[in-house]
């Protein structure tokens, strides 16, 4: 989503050097590459991801290098293959399609899966372990916050009933819950479990905990004219990469500033690209540019 954006706010060079910190299935970095990027480190914390980005991107041959970690271990990556800084650096906070369309990882409420969610199944809680002993207030809290749901409290109770009763089975169980707590009609844009949905995701995979700590990060991490570049796909991992990249590209009390934010206003899908792909439709590009 948002590829040729993207790229385009990167402009690669052959001597360049880029990150992207959300490999997915290789769709950014190829298309880096294909513009001239003469180097690709390709992050990702989910193992599966990584084997289909390496069979895709085959092709590039050593121009890409793989690495298996959380995006927000950056730092430690990038001492580990040797380098101090690179020329451009990428995170698209979107879930991949392979994620959402395998029923096993437990992402989608359109097929029925197991309750994972996690982007890497080799560590941490599961959401249904989360669910086994999450109380009914805190569960309200995780829904409203990161799901923007009005009826949290509503969803919530229907969670934990449905898991007390024991037929919380899996994702199509917990959606069929959701959705009587939720109401609406066959009227509305989206399904009443995206929201929630949404919010188990992130809950699951601790989404937003430390990301204006990597944004940080990574904007000391790219050299001068260097660029980091954000997609996000809600509003609170957008705001938090707003206000980031807005705090770091003010100027000191010298005068000086270290970034400048390049995108006054965020980069949004062409009409066409959110026709094609309704899951691009909330995606949202925003760059800074180290400039000292």
Known sequence: MLVAETVAMLSPTPAGCYVDCTLGLGGHTAALLEEGAGRVIGVDRDPDALGVARERLAVFGDRVEYVHADYRELPRVLQEVGRSAVDGILADFGVSSMQLDVPERGFSFRQDGPLDMRMNQTAGPSLAELLETVDETDLANVIYEFGEERKSRRVARAIVKARDEGVLSGTAALASAVRRAAGGGTWQRIDPATRTFQALRIWTNRELEGLDVFLEAAAGLVVVGGRVAVIAFHSLEDRVVKHT?????????????????????PVVPEPDEAERNPRARSARLRVLERVA
């Open 245 to 265: 990249f807005r705090r770091l590209g003010a100027a000191d009390p010298g005068g000086a500033a270290t970034w400048r934010v390049v995108t006054r206003r």
